[in-house]
């Protein structure tokens, strides 16, 4: 298994941040790729991104949880200056609680009093180049179905790796 490279951040890129409501992120869900809406991208250090979801039982939350568990890539659409900036990272982390998740939830409400976030995702940046659209996000409702071991969605063919 080859570990992919992390970049840091451009100072471009980094500049951007926080994006609120206007990022688009995609990962693989159960029937393929998932683009969906991000109420915050953002970063602490200026390596690594924060995306914040308001809710985490969704197939964005799974998808993002399968990216962690199967080292699957996430890709992020930033709005830039002229055109859209494609960031593609590795899922790192995903708090629910603690300073990470403290600090972009005291941001978002210093916002909106009414925001909330219910997990915050810390991803390592891989890849970043210049694009003209995102995909389309879809929306993603609550998930109504049981939860089951994520060994149950490992993709197909992973264990002959």
Do not use: Y
């Not at 451009?10 to 869900?29: I, M």
């Not at 390596?47 to 399968?66: D, P």
């Not at 990272?89 to 009414?114: S, Y």
């Amino acid at each position: 298994m080859e570990l992919p490279i992390f970049t840091p951040l451009s100072s471009e890129t980094a500049a951007l941040l926080p994006v609120w409501n206007n990022a688009v992120a995609q990962a693989q869900d159960l029937e393929g790729s998932l683009s969906f809406s991000c109420p915050v991208v953002a970063s602490q250090n200026g390596a690594t991104l924060l995306l914040g979801l308001a809710q985490e039982r969704t197939a964005a939350g799974r998808a993002l949880v399968r990216a962690l568990w199967f080292d699957q890539p996430v890709s992020l659409w930033l709005p830039g200056e002229a055109d859209w900036i494609q960031l593609t990272a590795r899922a790192w982390k995903c708090h629910i609680t603690g300073p990470v998740f403290r600090e972009l939830l005291e941001q978002a409400r210093l916002r909106d009093p009414a925001a909330d976030l219910a997990v915050v995702w810390e991803l390592l940046p891989t890849a970043q180049s210049s694009s003209s659209l995102p995909p389309q996000p879809v929306d993603c409702p609550l998930l109504r179905e049981a939860e089951i071991h994520l060994e149950l969605l490992r993709p197909a063919g992973a264990d002959k790796q």
